[in-house]
C-alpha cells in the first residue's frame, strides 16, 4: 500500500484482512503486477472499504449473503474462499448449510448441490488443519 492510499483504501484493507486472514491478502498483494494492481485497489476500496465496512449487516450476514450469491452465479473459488472466511466472521456451518438450502429453492439445486461439495471439501481441509490453501 502507498502513502497516498485512500481512508476508504486503508479500511477496506483491513476489513479484508479481518474477514479473509493475513496469509490470504499478503498472497494477494504479493502476486499483484503492474496488470492487475489496479483491480486489486478497486475491490479493495470497493467491496471491502464501502460495502463490507458498512456497520448495518455483521461480517456474519454479510458472509452468508456472499456466500448465497457466489454459489447461485457458480463461482466456486469465491465460493470455497469465502467458506474459509466463515472462520473469521462467525457464520457457523449450520449457517452455510441453511444459506445453500436457499441458494437450492432461489437459484437451483444444481448450484447449491456444487456449493454443498466445495464447503465439504473446505471443511474436511479446515478440520486437517489446512484451513489457508488454495
Known amino acids: 500500500m502507498n502513502a497516498t492510499a485512500s481512508a476508504r483504501y486503508r479500511e477496506g484493507l483491513a476489513v479484508r484482512r479481518q474477514v479473509l486472514g493475513d496469509a490470504h491478502v499478503d498472497r494477494a498483494e504479493a502476486a499483484a503486477t503492474d496488470f492487475d494492481r489496479p483491480f486489486q485497489e478497486l475491490i479493495t476500496e470497493s467491496a471491502w472499504g464501502t460495502v463490507w465496512a458498512r456497520p448495518t ?8 449473503v456472499t456466500l448465497a450469491l457466489l454459489a447461485a452465479l457458480g463461482h466456486d473459488e469465491e465460493v470455497a474462499m469465502h467458506v474459509r472466511a466463515t472462520a473469521n466472521t462467525g457464520a457457523s ?11 437450492a429453492i432461489y437459484a437451483g439445486v444444481p448450484a447449491a448441490n456444487r456449493a454443498i461439495k466445495i464447503a465439504k471439501q473446505v471443511f474436511a481441509d ?9
Not at 449450520?94 to 438450502?101: G, H, K, P, R
Open 57 to 64: 449487516w455483521s461480517k456474519r450476514e454479510r458472509s452468508m
Open 93 to 103: 456451518r449450520d449457517d452455510i448449510c441453511e444459506t445453500f438450502l436457499h441458494v
Open 126 to 134: 479446515m478440520d486437517a488443519g489446512n484451513s489457508d490453501e488454495r
